[in-house]
T-cell receptor, first 116, second 110 residues
């Protein structure tokens, strides 16, 4: 397995444009997480899914952000309209289980977003 | 509410010196704690979990419930240990999620 696959790796866009980030989790993993990493705030959980159903989206900053998981092998994180403060690295991670002492998240390589 | 605090954003040591990356947590229940590491140009990955009581790449971490700490230690740092380290906590329930600290950037000088 190639691990969690994210695209694009880098995205540069202008303020007001729509941004769509994509993620393919590891096959067989029931949980999918979207994180945002910034220098100021570190790693923040935005939303996570279990069996394609959003469980907790309390970390989503505002209505400009939306995430979907139409099937077990694909998820998107969309920002519309984008703003300069959205510039960050967005990580997708998947897990076989979401908790417990053996829980381990497998991260993608991240999508670096720059909004000008 | 649960919180993970890593007081040092940056930490520098010389090769061969001992290193300790601090992590404190606040959680009223029984937490499960982890250390994740991100080497340059690599994915964030699990380093160790407290439940396993393991030593990985020479690193160990002991859960101290009295001090609510889970510091990461290595007696002799190596240059290849230079990376970003994140302490993370998960609630005891199986349907929790990982709460990360803000991370500590470790630099090991030759």
């Amino acid at each position: 397995d190639a691990g969690v696959i994210q695209s694009p790796r880098h995205e540069v866009t202008e303020m007001g444009q729509e941004v769509t980030l994509r993620c393919k989790p590891i096959s067989g993993h029931d949980y999918l997480f979207w994180y945002r990493q910034t220098m100021m705030r570190g790693l923040e959980l935005l939303i996570y899914f279990n069996n394609n159903v959003p469980i907790d989206d309390s970390g989503m900053p505002e209505d400009r952000f939306s995430a979907k998981m139409p099937n077990a092998s694909f998820s998107t994180l969309k920002i519309q309209p984008s703003e300069p403060r959205d510039s960050a690295v967005y990580f997708c991670a998947s897990s076989l289980v979401a908790g417990g002492p053996t829980g381990e998240l497998f991260f993608g390589e991240g999508s670096r977003l720059t909004v000008l | 509410a649960q919180r993970v605090t890593q007081p040092e954003k940056l930490l520098s040591v010389f090769k061969g010196a001992p290193v300790e990356l601090k992590c404190n947590y606040s959680y009223s229940g029984s937490p499960e704690l982890f250390w994740y590491v991100q080497y340059s140009r690599q994915r964030l990955q699990l380093l160790l979990r407290h439940i396993s009581r393991e030593s990985i790449k020479g690193f160990t971490a002991d859960l101290n419930k009295g001090e609510t700490s889970f510091h990461l230690k290595k007696p002799f740092a190596q240059e290849e240990d230079s990376a970003m380290y994140y302490c993370a906590l998960i609630r005891g329930s199986t349907l929790g999620r990982l709460y990360f600290g803000r991370g500590t950037q470790l630099t090991v000088w030759p």
